[in-house]
């Protein structure tokens, strides 16, 4: 299957097999309805849009020395790294 790109343009000119008019007119609920019963597209878990968009929280904490450096010097990324391996931490203890 070959992949076709579009520009803006071209994609004005098309034509849309959709009836805009009955979307729109569907209700919270209906959708919601729909969502739920579609078997290709289960809800995702409060978890699951976590781990999407993970909230990160600006804190202050005091590590040894020895910690910080050693994350340090494998260089850029050396936060997300640590958070990483904190999180991974979080995961295993989590079920427990």
Do not use: C
């Given at each position: 299957?070959?992949?076709?790109?579009?520009s803006?343009?071209e994609?004005?000119?098309?034509?849309?097999a959709?009836?805009?008019?009955?979307?729109?007119?569907?209700?919270?609920?209906?959708?919601?309805r729909?969502?739920?019963?579609d078997?290709?597209?289960?809800?995702?878990?409060?978890?699951?849009?976590?781990?999407?968009?993970?909230?990160?929280?600006r804190i202050?904490?005091?590590?040894?020395?020895?910690?910080?450096?050693?994350?340090?010097?494998?260089g850029?990324?050396?936060?997300?790294?640590?958070n990483?391996?904190?999180?991974?931490?979080?995961?295993?203890?989590?079920?427990?």
């Amino acid at each position: 299957m070959a992949i076709v790109t579009y520009s803006a343009d071209e994609l004005k000119k098309m034509s849309s097999a959709t009836d805009w008019a009955k979307v729109d007119a569907l209700t919270d609920e209906e959708i919601t309805r729909a969502a739920l019963s579609d078997p290709d597209n289960p809800p995702l878990t409060e978890d699951a849009l976590l781990r999407m968009h993970p909230v990160k929280e600006r804190i202050s904490i005091t590590l040894n020395h020895e910690v910080v450096d050693f994350f340090k010097r494998h260089g850029k990324g050396w936060q997300a790294k640590l958070n990483d391996i904190l999180q991974q931490y979080v995961d295993s203890h989590r079920a427990t």
